[in-house]
């Protein structure tokens, strides 16, 4: 069974960076769409930032652009967000999946959630 395992969430100021990482068991990653979406306490989830299987085509969120880069290396068998610049509106449970790059990053039909990695911005 396919599990997404997400780390590197942490404390940040306003302004700060973190450097969240993805990882799935058992399961090369070069095989796989995969997005990265975020919770907020009380809000629905959303699309974040999204990579093809060989990290040719990406996709944003409108209110990540220009702050927020998605990369993967298939040789490590992980896709990364760094995230800069963050907001306090960035704060939430990151989780990566399988995902539909266009129009917008979406999960997949039949994908898994991990258990996500908190990030917390906040002066």
């Known amino acids: 069974q396919l599990q997404f395992v997400e780390s590197g969430g942490g404390l940040a100021q306003p302004g700060g960076s973190l450097r969240l990482s993805c990882a799935a068991s058992?399961?090369?990653?070069?095989?796989?769409?995969i997005g990265w979406f975020r919770q907020a306490p009380g809000k629905e989830r959303e699309g974040v930032a999204c990579?093809?299987?060989?990290?040719?085509?990406?996709n944003y969120a409108d209110s990540v652009k220009g702050r927020f880069t998605i990369s993967r290396d298939n040789v490590k068998n992980t896709v990364s967000l760094h995230m800069d610049s963050l907001k306090p509106e960035d704060t939430g449970v990151y989780f990566c999946?399988?995902?539909?790059?266009?129009?917008?990053?979406?999960?997949?039909?039949?994908?898994?959630w991990g258990q996500g990695t908190q990030v917390t911005v906040s002066s």
């Open positions: 999946t399988t995902s539909y790059i266009f129009p917008a990053c979406q999960q997949k039909p039949g994908s898994y």
């Open positions: 058992q399961f090369t990653l070069d095989y796989f769409a």
């Open positions: 990579i093809d299987g060989s990290g040719g085509s990406t």
